[in-house]
């Protein structure tokens, strides 16, 4: 009786041990095969379908990139929702003009041939009021098909305004902060790409 007991347990140690084996070896997590690489940058990271639209002060990552002295450097095309290419072919006479953002200190006067977009404020309230997490929640809010805008790319629309009235600076001219190494104008229905020319 003992050895058909010894027995038993020795059989039942093996299929334990063989059972521990096969769940070891059919574990894909510890394959030694090289896994397909995925080009992350089609896969969306933040799937989220519509952007925040609670207006928030400018955060500091965001505000080290966008004070600066900018150009306008390039015409990047035209909003679905209403197309200026009509009426401006080549864009609007942006191109090569200046604006300054600095924490205590904004001008549009270098928007030279607009004299509806001068001005000039002392301590501007910069505040972002939407920020979409990937092109389709911004597209989808916006409307606007950007050049090179890839899937992921996080986009934040900066709003500017007076600090004694708290109104903004007009609607017709709009920035937009794209993963804090890309800044865009858009006036009207005409988008464009700025360049840092000073911090």
């Known amino acids: 009786m003992k050895k058909i007991l010894l027995v038993c347990i020795m059989i039942m140690v093996m299929l334990a041990s063989a059972c521990g084996n096969v769940e070891m ?10 896994k397909p690489e995925t080009d992350e940058s089609i896969i969306p990271k ?16 965001t505000g080290k990139y966008f004070y600066g002295t ?18 401006y ?16 200190f904004f001008s549009s006067k270098g928007l030279k041939n607009y004299s509806d ?15 979409c997490y990937n092109s389709d929640s911004f597209y989808r809010l916006y409307k606007i098909d950007t050049p090179d805008l890839n899937i992921n790319d996080v986009v934040k629309a900066i709003d500017i305004s007076d600090p004694s009235t708290k ?10 902060v ?22």
Request: charged share 25%; with cysteine.
């Open 25 to 34: 070896t059919s574990n894909p997590n510890t394959s030694s095969e090289p």
């Open 46 to 61: 933040n799937t989220s379908e519509y952007c925040t639209g609670e207006r928030i002060n400018l955060d500091s990552e």
């Open 70 to 87: 900018w150009k306008v450097e390039k015409l990047l095309g035209f909003s679905n929702s209403y197309n200026d290419a009509s009426e």
């Open 89 to 104: 072919p080549t864009g609007q006479k942006f191109i090569g003009d200046e604006i300054i953002i600095k924490k205590d």
């Open 117 to 131: 977009y001068q001005y000039e404020l002392k301590n501007p309230l910069y505040e972002i009021t939407a920020t």
């Open 167 to 176: 109104l903004s600076i007009p609607v017709s001219v709009s920035f937009f």
């Open 178 to 199: 794209v993963n804090n190494d890309r800044l865009i104008l858009l006036s009207e229905a005409t988008i464009f790409e700025f360049k840092k020319i000073t911090d």
